[in-house]
């Protein structure tokens, strides 16, 4: 039998994109010859993926699992395909959902580390996002994941435009450290992560703004206000103003409170904490919005033929 090497293996891969498990199979039944392990891979359907590589996946699900028995940490992770019809397929809300409890058991793991992680016998979850791809037709990818953790409190979820449990296309976790009726914390904890969910703050304290966002917005501002002939320390108050408004509208303890529309965060925190009789704190809260950042790529069928012409 021909001894299957790691260089075999990867130059299968790099000439078809099928997992690497795909690929060591191929090998054993072409007895390493590499035309013959293509040739199988495409039978199987399972070299397709590459013709699809380059296309969009910036549809799919936004999953969340966590562990109900102590709620002491959770995971949220955005799956992705090209289009709506598949994410809405039963084997790929199944498919993210297995791997989301995957990465909640892993503990703390990169998408490289999770991709790697066994899904069943002999499958790994890249062999996984391969085969899924060669099912549906379409690029499937595992984009992104993150861990929100609480040592004396609980980590709430939400899942907004929820399709199933746990699938949707917004997710948020937030952790909250308090020694108090976990029952309660949970309950204020949704309503928290509802809130976010629906304000999109993208910093939880005026401290976690990064200096250079202040100092370019401040740039904005006095640049917006040139030509209007006014004395530079009436500037200095107006661009003052502009940035409060600015932490009102990105930092969550600034947010005004959309459950009351009165309350700011900070002070909803407070009054929930004096009602529980004991301090709270919200050291940290994760937002995934499906599709977040990829840029999509819209076609004209009229403006395309007219290219062509």
């Known amino acids: 039998m021909v001894d299957i090497t790691s260089d075999l293996i990867k130059a299968i891969r790099e000439k078809t994109g ?24 495409r039978k199987k359907g399972l070299a397709a993926v590459a013709r699809r590589a380059g296309k969009i996946a910036a549809e799919g699900l936004v999953c969340i699992a966590s562990r109900d028995n102590t709620h002491k940490d959770a995971i949220v992770l955005e799956v992705n395909s090209e289009t709506d019809f598949v994410a809405k397929n039963a084997q790929f809300q199944e498919f993210a959902v297995a791997i989301c409890k995957i990465a909640l058991e892993k503990g703390h793991c990169t ?14 979850v890249e062999a996984g996002v391969t085969s899924l791809a060669a099912s549906t037709g379409e690029n499937i990818t ?16 939400y899942i907004h435009s929820a399709v199933a ?23 204020f904890g949704k309503k928290l992560a509802m809130h976010i969910a629906a304000s999109n703050p993208k910093y939880l304290s005026i401290s976690d703004v990064p200096a250079a966002v202040v100092d370019y917005e401040k740039q904005v501002l006095f640049e917006q206000l040139k030509g ?12 003052d103003g502009k940035i409060r408004k600015f932490y009102e509208e990105t930092v969550l303890l600034e947010q005004v409170y959309v ?11 407070s009054d929930f904490a004096k009602e529980l009789g004991t301090p709270v704190v919200v050291p940290r809260f994760v937002k995934f919005v499906l599709g977040d950042g990829i840029e999509k790529v819209t076609s004209n069928f009229c403006e395309d033929v007219k290219a062509l012409q």
């Open 228 to 239: 209007q002939n006014k004395p530079q320390d009436v500037m200095n108050k107006m661009v």
């Open 165 to 187: 449990e746990g699938l949707g296309k917004i997710g948020v976790l937030v952790s909250i450290e308090s020694t108090g009726d976990a029952a309660k914390l949970l309950d």
């Open 142 to 157: 595992v984009r992104r994941l993150e861990r929100v953790t609480a040592q004396d409190g609980i980590v709430a979820t």
């Open 111 to 124: 998408i490289a580390e999770l991709l790697a992680q066994e899904i069943a016998q002999e499958t790994t």
């Open 18 to 41: 099928a997992g690497m498990m795909d690929c060591k199979k191929a090998l054993v039944e072409a007895n390493g010859d590499i035309d013959s392990a293509i040739d199988w891979l």
């Open 259 to 269: 459950m009351d529309g009165k309350k700011k965060i900070a002070d909803v925190i």
